[in-house]
Each structure stands twice: as C-alpha cells, then as structure tokens.
C-alpha cells in the first residue's frame, strides 16, 4: 500500500536549518508531482512547495521563497525539504504528499 513517511523535524532556533525527508513507498514515485504542505497551531493547511516529475521545476509559498528547498531523489525514492533561515511562523506540522496521499506529519518548532 502507498505509505509515506515524513522524518527530520524538531526543535530548532530562530535562524536555523533543518532538512525534512519523505520516503515514499506504494506507488510509481517518479511519475507524480510531490508537494509539502504544513499546518500551524490553530489553523488550516498552507501549501508549502511543489517539484515535478522531472525535478526541473520548483515551486514556492511566497511566505517560504528564498529561505526553503525542495528537492527529490527519484532512485530513493525520496523527497527533501531543505529549510534555512527558520523563523517562529514556519513552526507547523510539515507533510509531504502526492495530493492524492499525505504521510502522517513531522513536528517543526521553531523557539529559542
């Protein structure tokens, strides 16, 4: 069955990095667009970033352009979120997803 399995969040300062991965599983991942969408305390579903099949085009929130990178490896199997610069309003429950199936989130807090 499609599973896919967020991992790399959790604590980290304001101005620091992390890099979130999504191991995939289940289905053909090299034929879809993958996507990372996030969820802060008390609100809705902001969508985050976008890569397709061909990992030659990227897309971005405004909120996260220029700090945030999306990438994916397709022999792995695998989607990355590299997230520099962090600031408290990125701090969100962060799931990567093909749009028809979300994995089950990783935490992201961004304090001092």
């Known amino acids: 069955q499609v599973q896919l399995v967020e991992s790399g969040g959790g604590l980290v300062q304001p101005g620091g990095s992390l890099r979130l991965s999504c191991a995939a599983s289940?289905?053909?991942?090299?034929?879809?667009?993958m996507y990372w969408v996030r969820q802060a305390p008390g609100k809705g579903l902001e969508w985050v970033s976008a890569i397709n099949t061909g990992v030659d085009s990227t897309y971005y929130a405004d909120s996260v352009k220029g700090r945030f990178t999306i990438s994916r490896d397709n022999a792995k199997n695998t989607l990355y979120l590299q997230m520099n610069s962090l600031k408290s309003e990125d701090t969100a429950v962060y799931y990567c997803g093909n749009l028809y199936y979300w994995g089950q989130g990783t935490q992201v807090t961004v304090s001092s």
């Open positions: 289940g289905f053909t991942f090299s034929n879809y667009w």
